[in-house]
């Protein structure tokens, strides 16, 4: 396993964790209620799936939080 011979500079290491970054969920319109969902999964607000049904809704809209 390679070791490095010299201590990396704070602003090398700095330099290279800058390109770390995270995305931001994709989210696609439901055909059925038109919420927002993740891709390729059931809808959260009415359970839809390629316009089928598959599971019952986990969150209603007059659900209080």
Do not use: D, F
Not at 22 to 39: G, V
Not at 46 to 65: D, I, M, P
């Amino acid at each position: 396993m390679a070791v490095p011979k010299r201590k990396m500079s704070r602003s090398n290491t700095r330099a290279r964790r800058s390109q770390w970054k995270t995305t931001a969920t994709t989210l696609t319109t439901c055909a059925r209620c038109s919420a927002q969902a993740r891709p390729h999964q059931a809808c959260p607000a009415c359970g839809a799936y390629k316009s089928r049904q598959y599971v019952e809704a986990l969150r209603t809209e007059h659900e209080s939080n």
